[in-house]
């Protein structure tokens, strides 16, 4: 993609960059006397629009809105569970990113380096040393190597000029292992300071586990490149989940908020309610996650009898296969192909399918999808969602055609923005053969 020089840059409402004059935002005083949490960058960013809602109030607005959207759609007998909150709402981020630029300090007369996040709508980069939701260890990272730049001549990436080095930073921390993966994404192949500035890194945090490489020579947006080499540790690190190994890469799909992920697969697989004899099929399944966890079981439960993931992305394909191999799950299966392809094929062939897990992207599923789902008829389907408006245009289709919502539960995966992950299980009425 070209790029426009920083002066003429428009923002998504097709006004230039330059700094506008904002309405006076409440002190910080004002703010923490109602509850709220208070960040000097709020607004500028754009990351969290409701830091400044106290998170009792979050969570009802969550609610609320989460019945509003599916009054139509729910029965007197659907249960409707109280959003699932987190105890402590802030530091949730296990993956951090971070660009690096270079600036002229006019006060210092010197060049120095920023590393933050991008300014709402732009791509200019706000200075940020704290973030209320990114991981604390992370965030000391990311400035530490901000700081050790100058010593080993690394220069930040100019994206006007596609000159410099280093582009950005991601931090990925296991919630529960611990472990520490940075991946240093840099526009030229040859890094000839990697030994000595790795190991000054880890000298300084040695909870890294493992150094990456991530080779990004296009002058694009996107963040990571193709090319990869493992500078320090094994290029991976492992994460438990709901009593499972997961071995996440530096482009590897992993929710970021693992302590609600948790939360959101237990109570998914709760509401599938197995006995150990179904078949399931976990649909959109990533890298397996949803169907691992349901083949083992959640809260002392049995887990399903098979399970047979699909997913379009033959990468989160591969690495649902090792998932599945790591953690000795034999009864598991994963297919990469269209999802709502995959169900056709399914349904004409009359394969049986007891429970139906199906988590899509934010577009929500297709027609050719849910009209097969109706046909194979399994007697539940748990439907996850991190967007409700497609979700509740999907359940009007399934409420049509042959089941009932049972029960509703939301999901607090990303507190104070305004996203919530909703859970909906459908049982089969009527002429139901089982
Ligand atoms: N269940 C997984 C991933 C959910 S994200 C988890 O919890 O980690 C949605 C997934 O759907 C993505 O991995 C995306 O690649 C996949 N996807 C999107 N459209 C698809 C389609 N038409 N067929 C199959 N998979 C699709």
Redesign the pocket.
Known sequence: MKKHSQKNRKNSSGRSNRRVRRPQAPSREAILAKGGLYCPIDGRCGGCMLLSVPYNQQLRSKQAEMEALFADLLDGDTCIRPIVGMKDPRHYRNKVVSPYVGVYDKKARRRRVLCGMYERGTHRVIDSRECLIENQEAKRIILAIRDLMPKFGIAPYDEDADTGFLRHVQVRVGHASGEVMVTLVTREDTFPASKAFVRALIKMYPSITTVVQNVNTRQTNVIMGDKERTLYGPGFILDSLCGLSFRISSKS???VNVEQ?EAL?TRAVEMARLTGAETVM?????????GLVAARGVSGGPGAARVIG????PD?VADARNNARHNGVAAAEFVA??????MRTLAARGEELDVLLM???R?GS?PD?LKAACTLAPHRIVY?S?NPKTQARDAEYLVAHGYRIDEMQPVDMFPHTPHTENILSFERVGNSSR
Do not use: K, L, N
């Not at 976990?282 to 949803?290: L, N």
């Not at 699909?310 to 992305?313: A, I, K, P």
């Open positions: 799909f992993y929710q992920t697969y976990d649909a959109y399944c990533g890298t397996g996650t949803i699909v997913e379009e992305r989160a192909d269209d999802a709502g392809a995959f988590d899509p992207p577009s297709t999808f996850i991190c």
